[in-house]
């Protein structure tokens, strides 16, 4: 493996119609500018235990969470395993790049002299995590113009399946939102802007603990009729 990087920032999340997702690009137009990679689809297949332990302490509320992912883009050119570690509010990420041929279930990590792989080999020493379940989306993603830790992205076509966890299958499966939906996140180091803190309440937008993972989990235990 080769290519590691590492990720420390907040995230807020908001679920908002399209409408409002063009009412507030049209409005903050003077800050924000298209990101380099600004549409885009992205593949991720989400590892967990047997018993979905990882999820399951995810939606409890609690101040510590963590995932491991698999994560590619488009045409699959560039392909990522993540691990995604959230305290007390704050997103940690740590990625290794990986090779597409080398996918099979998941990608063999060898303990190094690099911290980030490292981390990666404790994490599935300790939770032997297996692929259970792809999530896919369209997403368009715009950066500040003068706050360059600044990212703002939105998802739509959320797209979830449990089986034909191959990343190489695409954008297939089942719907999550309806299709005048739009997950939206606001990204950042440095704390959000005053301006755009005042485009939010102008537009009644309000964050939310929205979880792509979280409500895909719990439509399927509503739908199955079970229980946590």
Known sequence: MKFTYNFERTEEKYLISISQQQLLLEQCQIHLEEDEFKDFIVHNI??????????????????????????????????????????????????????????????????????????????????????????????????????????????????????????????????????DQVVMEIKTSDGIPLWLVKTLNQLKIYPTSYSKVGNIYMKEIIKKGDTL
């Open 46 to 179: 989400y590892y967990d235990t047997l018993n979905d332990y990882l999820l399951r302490h995810s939606i409890s509320k609690t101040d510590f969470k963590e995932k491991l992912r698999l994560r590619g883009y488009n045409t699959l050119e560039y392909i990522f395993l993540e691990k995604k570690i959230k305290f007390e509010g704050t997103v940690y990420k740590r990625r290794v790049k990986v090779q597409l041929d080398n996918i099979t279930h998941l990608p063999i990590i060898k303990s190094s002299n690099n911290q980030i792989e490292n981390e990666m080999v404790h994490f599935v020493q300790r939770y032997h995590p297996l692929p259970k379940y792809y999530i896919g989306y369209r997403r368009v993603a715009y950066k500040g113009l003068n706050e360059k830790n600044l990212r703002l992205t939105f998802d739509t076509n959320i797209t979830y399946r449990f089986d034909n966890l191959d990343i190489r299958y695409g954008l297939h499966g089942q719907k999550l939102i309806d299709s």
